[in-house]
Structures are given as structure tokens and as C-alpha cells.
């Protein structure tokens, strides 16, 4: 597709559960972002891949959370044994180079979950 | 990445001019400014950026200080769908390989019609 994509789009589940979301970046894309975003909130910044060096996992909330990317393309954000708190939606971003801050990022449409 | 003030938020009137102001006094020598929009219920779309001329694409313009400690983003005629939130953004590739792109609280727009 010309875009990010994301699945699924919406999720709900119980609390407790593991949740897998997953990420399809623009193609060629080397960087790429989670955030996730509470209602009414701004964008919390979750996860940085870029190509084959140790991601940034600095915004990741706790160790319930992790992601991988692999072979460089596709990534899958999971979040085990989940809580309420966890309710929010879930944004994925490609970016072509990490060549400085001339570059633009793109979004997806998002993964709303919601744990009950 | 440095930090960025905006107004949380501002109003424009349908078929008007628009200048959303954000203020970056501790931007440095190498960070790109970068705008950003969130339509609701949508992810985040890149709008504009730039270094230091100001720069004009077919969304919008960015007007770039002198000192570049502030800019504006001008939208040159608002419509009913560029009601938004608008985030501006520094962006720069620090050394150790992160490269974050950090967002504020931006400025919510309402367009009346």
C-alpha cells in the first residue's frame, strides 16, 4: 500500500490477556515509531526502530511492553497481561532516512484498544 | 529533542488567514522545525518543515525568525477541515543514534464557519 498500515484497527480485550498489534511501514522505510495516545491526550512516545541498530526502547512504560521488527519492515508492539490503563490508541510512524531532522514522518490510522 | 511552546489554543474564521505561533528559544544550530496536524480521530499528518528560510508547500507556509527561536505556520486560507491539532516539533538526530520525534501539546484550531 502507499501508506502505514495498522491491524487491527480496533481491539478489545480482557483484562489479563496479551494483545498483539502489528505495524506494516511505508515500503524502503528504515525508521520506525510506536507512540500510543490516552484519550484527550497528547502522543506518548512508546518505541524507535532504525534499521539494524538496537532500538530505542526508552518511552516503553514497563516491561510489560515490548516490540521487535523484523527483517527490517513489519513490527509487532505486544503488550502482555494487560491492564486499563492500558485503554488508548496505538500509533505507528515510518520515516524514510535518519538522515538529521530533515525528514517527515507517516502515520497510521492506529490500533484503538480497549481492555475490559 | 528541545523544547517547543504553543498556545493551547485558537480560533479563525472560514476562508481566513491562520498564523498558529510556536516559540523554540532553545532551538540549536542543527534542529529541523517540524508542523505536524491531527484531525480528529486520525493519526498525526506531516505539514511542513524547515531550517532556516522560510518555506512554502501547497498546505501551507512556514515563516522562520531571523533567530529561529520562533516560527509561524500560515495557512493561507483555513477551511472547515483544517480544524486540528497542530504540533510543532524539533527535530534533530542526537549522536547516539535516537532519534525521537517528542510531541508537545500543540495548538487546537477551531474554524468557524
Known amino acids: 500500500g502507499a501508506g502505514v498500515s495498522q491491524s487491527p484497527s480496533n481491539k478489545v480485550t480482557e483484562k489479563g490477556k496479551d494483545v498483539e498489534l502489528r505495524c506494516d511501514p511505508i515500503s524502503g522505510h528504515t525508521a520506525l515509531y510506536w507512540y500510543r495516545q490516552s484519550l484527550g491526550q497528547g502522543l506518548e512516545f512508546l518505541i524507535y526502530?532504525?534499521?539494524?541498530?538496537?532500538?530505542?526502547k526508552s518511552g516503553l512504560p514497563s516491561d510489560r511492553f515490548s516490540a521487535e521488527r523484523t527483517g527490517g519492515s513489519v513490527s509487532t508492539l505486544t503488550i502482555q497481561r494487560t491492564q486499563q490503563e492500558d485503554s488508548a490508541v496505538y500509533l505507528c510512524?515510518?520515516?524514510?532516512?535518519?538522515?538529521?531532522?530533515?525528514?517527515?514522518?507517516?502515520f497510521g490510522q492506529g490500533t484503538r484498544l480497549t481492555v475490559v | 529533542d528541545a523544547k517547543t511552546t504553543q498556545p493551547n489554543s485558537m480560533e479563525s474564521n472560514e476562508e481566513e488567514p491562520v498564523h498558529l505561533p510556536c516559540n523554540h528559544s532553545?532551538?540549536?544550530?542543527?534542529?529541523?522545525i517540524h508542523w505536524y496536524r491531527q484531525l480528529p480521530s486520525q493519526g498525526p499528518e506531516y505539514v511542513i518543515h524547515?531550517?532556516?528560510s522560510n518555506v512554502n508547500n501547497r498546505m501551507a507556509s512556514l515563516a522562520i525568525a531571523e533567530d529561529r527561536k520562533s516560527s509561524t505556520l500560515i495557512l493561507h486560507r483555513a477551511t472547515l477541515r483544517d480544524a486540528a491539532v497542530y504540533y510543532c516539533?524539533?527535530?534533530?538526530?542526537?549522536?547516539?543514534?535516537?532519534?525521537?520525534?517528542?510531541f508537545g501539546k500543540g495548538t487546537k484550531l477551531s474554524v468557524i464557519p
Open positions: 516539533i524539533l527535530r534533530d538526530y542526537s549522536g547516539a543514534g535516537s532519534y525521537q520525534l517528542t
Open positions: 532553545t532551538i540549536s544550530g542543527t534542529d529541523y
Open positions: 524547515g531550517l532556516t
Open positions: 526502530f532504525q534499521g539494524n541498530s538496537a532500538p530505542d
Open positions: 510512524a515510518s520515516s524514510l532516512t535518519m538522515g538529521g531532522g530533515n525528514t517527515e514522518a507517516f
